[in-house]
């Protein structure tokens, strides 16, 4: 195996974590391809690579539960940077909510923010 592709990432609306993914946190859209039934496929990803996010639109009661909470809680997913203050400044002025001001640890520069569902992420400028 190579590398990993992709995740999933359950969202009430495609067109919601559009405007989130792409509009403020500046992801690409790799694919969005129509599959009927209201049904889509939605990729996108960081400008810079790495794994891409599946948008799978909620379905169902237990889907619908698991919006915002994808990882109990926990930072589920690590946005790594190579300018934390250029990226920190530009999220927070497109309103994405941290939880947190910018730390040093032995790792690297970190906050914690929110998506629009309230899953946790981290910022990171490795050390």
């Known amino acids: 195996m190579a590398s990993l592709g992709m995740v999933t990432l359950v969202v009430r609306?495609?067109?919601e974590a559009?405007?989130?993914?792409v509009g403020a946190l500046g992801f690409t859209v790799v694919r969005d391809h129509?599959?009927?039934d209201g049904k889509r496929?939605?990729?996108v990803a960081p400008p810079g690579g790495g794994a891409a996010l599946l948008l799978a639109r909620a379905v169902g009661a237990e889907q619908e539960a698991a919006v915002g909470r994808q990882t109990g809680g926990r930072v589920g997913?690590?946005?790594e940077t190579d300018?934390?203050?250029r990226d920190h400044a530009r999220m927070r002025a497109a309103g994405v909510v941290?939880?947190?001001e910018p730390r040093p640890e032995?790792?690297?520069v970190v906050a914690v923010f929110r998506d629009l569902y309230g899953n946790r992420w981290d910022l990171i400028e490795p050390a």
Do not use: I, K, M, N
Request: aromatic share 36%; net charge negative.
């Open 98 to 100: 941290f939880e947190e």
């Open 18 to 21: 559009l405007g989130f993914f």
């Open 41 to 43: 496929w939605v990729v």
């Open 106 to 108: 032995p790792y690297g």
């Open 83 to 85: 300018s934390f203050a």
């Open 13 to 15: 609306s495609y067109d």
């Open 34 to 36: 129509d599959l009927g």
């Open 77 to 79: 997913w690590f946005l």
